[in-house]
């Protein structure tokens, strides 16, 4: 009887051994700063640690390496990634507006890299479970690399304030979705920091093109989109920016992450509580 109480002792001392090694690896396309590393330290469970670490940094990514992929919020994306995409009308209305792209030297740095580096992670089978979080700028990134077009200037186009430094309410639409199963209410506020965004109208217009996509929350009367989901990925892109929220959504979303990272686990998510 003392040998099996001693051998079931060896067997958890060292189950807990092997968790509180165990470390979590996100690769951020562009450097994570220390609102992202307070996120995580605020929501990671005991016996695992995050590491996080910039992408742009390394050469060709190796996939099998990462748990996770962060795609931070920044500069504005050059429209020639999506304007070759649209009709003809919409396309000359977008260039009429080129003079309220905020071009900057961050965008002519990040928008070729995550480009390409999204095309090798969604053509790349190995990569079927390995979890996205596009904030911000990452949401919109994530959006048009599968053709959907942005809305050039918020103010402009739409005719409410650009989204800058304000809080929004976030309204969740009632069909099935990842967001919902996370948030289990109707509605909350989010801190913003933008003046660009997917093209609503234009997105519901063509929904065919992108069966795999859904738009499943809104702000500002449902013409900001402010998640967007993939069905058939761990893919999830959100307007608003938890790592600058010290609100209940940025332990819920960041949670998310970690979860479906340790998904990737099957020996180690046993031994860890969430």
Known sequence: MFLKILAVFFIVFSTSIKAASKELVIGCTTKCDMFFRLAFKRVTPVGLKIRLIDLSEYGETDFSKLDGIIIPGGADIDPRYYVGQVEPELADHIRSLDHLVKYSSEGRRRDPFEFEFLKRYFNDPSTKNLPVLGICRGMQVLGVSQGVPLYIDIKTELGIRNRRFLF????LQPEASLINDLFEITSFKAFKRHHQGLRVNYFNDHADRWPHLKITSFSNQGLIAESLEFMNR???????????D????RKIIFNWLIR??????NEIIATISM
């Open 234 to 244: 761990p893919v999830l892109g959100v307007q608003f920016h938890p790592e600058n």
């Open 246 to 249: 010290f609100g209940f959504e």
């Open 168 to 171: 929004d309410r976030i309204n």
């Open 260 to 265: 479906e990272a340790l998904k990737r686990d």
